[in-house]
């Protein structure tokens, strides 16, 4: 099994640059996210790796197939290989659901037999089944965007790019996509995920790059969360009486007050009874405090504010 590798990948669009010298590697059968904010080029990123934009400059290579693609046989190989979900699944509405994966299968020379044993059990799972032989123009968004799922794997592809997946479902139909990203992770498909639900990530991803049209970090869940160790304290009375304290430390921290509770961010664990014993200086009764994890969110929003990294 192989999985992708990309070098200084670049795409330009005219004067606008989409991606700029992009670099990571995902291992083999993991669940690697690409998050970013919107125009960051995570879309323009995986179409590249998919073989439906040639890149300005740079290289990569999904499953063994270099990109760029030298020759037509290289292009079958790579669409036999990837599963792709688009961000706007196009679908055929005058076609059946059937209809619209029978042409996705002609069209990758898929072999018909076991890929339809396959099908049949997404339809079921993604609770289509029973609705396959009507036209998709009449189907709602999320059996849409359910439908294309199942396109996308269909074929029993090793990497599988998910282009937001759950972006317009339903809570429920959600979480049947998201038990279905990590069935496949652990049946060891390689998977790459574009997404702007967080928790989603934290529970789907091992690794995450975010990108801002350039790298800002790849790293796992774990790496990220660790950076941000934060101290949860709970106080007598109004936190945000505490800032003033907490400025004279004499290391820089952030911190978050919210009533009562005081979010304060550290960067080494040891600096936790120097926050507390700093607290109780001023005058605060508290009432517990413990280490918390950092949530992904504050991790990602610290990675793609402007000033950093720029
Ligand atoms: N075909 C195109 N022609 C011109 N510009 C494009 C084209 N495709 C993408 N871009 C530009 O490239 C940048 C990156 O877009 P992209 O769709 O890759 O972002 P994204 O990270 O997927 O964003 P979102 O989270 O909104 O889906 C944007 O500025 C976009 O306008
Ligand atoms: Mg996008």
Redesign the pocket.
């Known amino acids: 099994m192989q999985g992708i590798r990309v070098e200084g990948l670049v ?1 330009r ?2 004067a ?4 700029e010298g992009l670099s990571f590697e995902v291992r083999p059968g993991e669940v690697f996210g ?1 998050l ?12 590249m790796l998919t073989g439906l ?1 040639t890149p300005t400059a740079g290289s990569a290579s999904v499953c063994g197939v270099s990109l760029p693609l030298r020759t037509d046989d290289d292009g079958v190989r790579l669409r036999r290989q990837v599963g792709l979900l688009t ?1 706007q699944p196009g679908l055929y509405d005058r076609l059946t659901a059937r209809e619209n994966l029978e042409f996705f299968m002609r069209l990758n020379e898929v072999d018909g037999g076991s890929a339809w044993k396959l099908a049949s059990a997404l339809l079921e799972r993604f609770e289509l089944k029973g609705r396959e032989d009507e036209p998709v123009g009449g189907f709602s968004k999320g059996m849409r965007q359910k439908l294309a799922i199942v396109r996308a794997l269909v074929h029993s592809p090793e990497v599988v790019f998910l ?2 997946p759950t972006s317009g479902l339903d809570p429920q139909s959600g979480r049947v996509v998201r038990d279905a990203i990590a069935e496949l992770a652990k049946e060891g498909r390689t998977m790459v995920l ?1 997404s ?1 639900n967080l928790p989603e990530v934290e529970r789907l991803c091992t690794r995450v790059a975010v ?1 801002k ?1 350039t790298l800002r970090t790849v790293a796992s869940l774990e790496e990220l969360r660790r950076e941000g160790l934060a101290l949860d304290v709970q106080l007598e009375g109004d936190a945000a009486g505490y800032a003033g304290a907490l400025a004279t430390l004499p290391f820089t921290v952030g911190h978050l007050a919210e009533g009562s509770r005081l979010r304060v961010m550290l960067d080494r664990e040891a600096q936790a009874p120097d926050v507390i014993t700093c607290l109780v200086r001023a005058g605060a009764r508290v009432h517990s405090a413990h280490r918390a994890a950092r949530p992904l969110e504050e991790a990602y929003l610290e990675l793609v504010r402007e000033e950093v990294g720029s």
């Not at 606008?16 to 991606?19: E, F």
């Not at 970013?36 to 179409?47: D, E, I, L, Y």
Request: charged share 25%.
């Open positions: 795409k669009f005219g606008r640059t989409a991606v690409l970013g904010p919107n125009g960051a080029g995570k879309t323009t990123t995986v179409r934009l961000e282009d937001e574009c702007h990108i049209n």
